[in-house]
């Protein structure tokens, strides 16, 4: 009716407002005779409680429908355009394999009732693409002169429409009489229908897509029955074996997840034996025993304090006056007032911090003077306060130390302190980033406060 329109089913010229209105007319005409009616409202699990439809439902609701049918996840995203889109990233498989005709195909096949099928006229029949085009559907074929293919799908689909006698009587009437009278002058007198509804099945040789006829052994002769058994049980064998094919190879992406999982497993258990051989007095019989964390410190307070109880008889007038001559700040200093060396773990860290390592001060109960007793000593305070700020601020949060140590990690997706302080310390010179107390935190590991 509107040749001059770009898009199908519009009557406006506009590109843009075109699409938009019939959109909204169909969305308003749905939600007036449909979705507003309380026998709709009624079909709904909770009547009481209408949280309403809208047009993004139809969507939903072919993604719901082929996911039940048999298609997997990545299939439904390629058949409902899903990847590629920008901002829907949904899936990497696009940008790997841009065109996969077999997965649109078999999406497809499932969302069709009954199953796929196509319309050819009658064996023996000939029916030219002038005539379908010039008497059983002219208004679409003036819109779309240079299709050739969908006008001689829409022609062959209508003309069995015309002759089945259950879609009949859903048709304009003058329609029907106009195309049966124009056929009766084409063809003469045809008994039954002159077109045919075939079923097709969809299958994957390889790479290559086929979709090939679901013959039906009751409407051929007698004399075909046999081939057509035959040709019948090749395809339930391709299909069969297409199955098989496909149920291996989600078996062996099963097999190597289950074989990345136990890599990283037994990586971590190689690397658990390692930092206990490094604690537990450098051998391998030490890596495997049961010690406690501050065995090795314990055992060396235990030497030092007996070594300076030898020594104190004799070197008690040398150390009186050393004292003595030290600088009041340097007095200050608490012997314990000390920091691991080798730390490996969050967890670690955070007991250091509260409650000391061995024999050590808690880290927060340290002194101006016990953080600045050396260089070393400031540098490596001042490179874990960093760290022990976020952990303070997530347990003052509400969360338990091992959730606030797995944020964290999962922040900087890293579980090595080293890398953990470096992006810390780059977080600090990041503008964009809000400041908790005196300093600023990355956004995922902000809680309850806007990001």
């Known amino acids: 009716m509107h040749p001059q329109v770009k898009f199908l089913f519009t009557t406006n010229s506009d590109d843009k407002k075109g699409p938009l209105n019939v959109k909204q007319q169909y ?189 039906d052994i009751n409407d051929q002769p007698q004399q075909q029955q046999q081939l057509a058994l035959q040709n019948n049980d090749n395809r339930q064998i391709m299909a069969y074996l297409q199955r098989i094919e496909e149920n291996q190879q989600e078996q062996f992406q099963l097999i190597r997840n289950a074989q990345a999982d136990q890599q990283t497993w037994l990586e971590q258990q190689v690397q658990l034996i390692i930092n206990n051989q490094r604690r537990f007095g450098g051998t391998i019989e030490g890596s495997f025993a049961r010690n406690q964390p501050n065995r090795r410190h314990l055992s060396q307070d235990h030497t030092r304090d007996l070594q300076r109880q030898q020594l104190q008889p004799q070197q008690m007038p040398q150390q009186q006056q050393r004292r003595a001559a030290l600088p009041m700040r340097t007095r200050e200093v608490a012997p314990n007032a000390q920091l691991a060396k080798h730390i490996r773990s969050l967890l670690e860290l955070w007991r250091e911090y509260n409650f000391g390592i ?43 130390v091992e959730a606030a140590n797995q944020r964290i990690i999962d922040t900087y997706n890293t579980d090595k302190l080293t890398a953990i ?4 310390k780059r977080d600090q010179k990041n503008q964009g980033y809000v400041f908790v107390g005196s300093q600023r935190f990355h956004p995922r590991l902000l809680i309850n406060q806007p990001r």
């Open 27 to 215: 969305r308003n005409q749905i939600a007036s005779h449909v979705w507003a009616k309380d026998e709709f409202k009624q079909l709904e699990e909770e009547p009481e409680d209408h949280n309403g439809v809208g047009t993004t439902s139809g969507r939903k609701f072919f993604s719901d429908k082929a996911q039940k049918a048999g298609a997997v996840d990545t299939q439904v995203e390629y058949r409902g355009r899903w990847v590629g889109e920008k901002g829907r990233k949904v899936v990497n498989r696009h940008y790997i394999r841009t065109d996969d005709p077999y997965t649109d195909a078999c999406v497809a096949s499932l969302l069709c009732d009954g199953g796929p099928i196509k319309y050819e006229s009658r064996e023996g029949l000939v029916i030219t693409d002038e005539w379908l085009f010039a008497n059983v559907v002219p208004s679409i074929r003036t819109r779309f002169e240079h299709d050739n293919r969908m006008c001689r799908l829409l022609c062959l689909a209508w003309l069995w429409g015309i002759y089945n006698e259950d879609v009949v009587a859903l048709l304009p009437a003058t329609d029907v009489a106009r195309i049966r009278a124009s056929f009766g002058e084409y063809c003469g007198d045809v008994e039954g229908n002159p077109v045919r509804k075939i079923k097709l099945e969809v299958l994957r040789v390889g790479t290559r897509l086929q979709i090939v006829p679901a013959v």
């Open 358 to 400: 061995g024999t050590n001060k808690p880290a927060r109960q340290f002194t101006s003077a016990e953080r600045n007793q050396s260089t070393s000593m400031k540098m490596m305070y001042s490179r874990r306060l960093c760290i022990w700020r976020v952990q303070v601020y997530l347990l003052n949060a509400g969360l338990a």
């Open 421 to 424: 302080i470096l992006c810390v």
